[in-house]
């Protein structure tokens, strides 16, 4: 069993940074593929950066590529989402998701543990 909790959301400017962190609980963190998705009101749950076990692959939306990255360090158990040159349509609910697997993806059934959640505000 996984528990991922997220911290790190909050209001920012357009243009701004936020950065964003997944505290991960299980013995397993370190050998699986963990990945950032987010939800705006009214719109499905989308995709937005993976990262597989040993952080060698990292593919993310093409709306945060060049904006985003993401890390993490396995002996913190904690991954981390780095966002710069925040927009308003990055507005959103951010979830952090495990995977039981090593292989990253980009679809959510992929995955099989979800944090609660953190709210990422953009304003113009």
């Known amino acids: 069993q996984v528990q991922l909790v997220e911290s790190g959301g909050g209001l920012v400017q357009a243009g701004g940074s936020l950065s964003l962190s997944c505290a991960a609980s299980?013995?397993?963190?370190?050998?699986?593929?963990m990945g950032w998705f987010r939800q705006a009101p009214g719109k499905e749950r989308e995709f937005v950066a993976a990262?597989?076990?040993?952080?060698?692959?990292?593919p993310y939306a093409g709306s945060v590529k060049g904006r985003f990255t993401i890390s993490r360090d396995n002996a913190k158990n904690t991954v981390y989402l780095h966002m710069n040159s925040l927009k308003p349509e990055d507005t959103a609910v951010y979830y952090c998701?495990?995977?039981?697997?090593?292989?990253?993806?980009?679809?959510?059934?992929?995955?099989?543990?979800w944090g609660q959640g953190t709210q990422v505000t953009v304003s113009s």
């Open positions: 998701a495990a995977s039981r697997r090593a292989t990253i993806a980009i679809q959510s059934f992929w995955y099989d543990y």
């Open positions: 299980g013995r397993t963190f370190s050998s699986v593929a």
């Open positions: 990262i597989s076990w040993n952080g060698d692959s990292t």
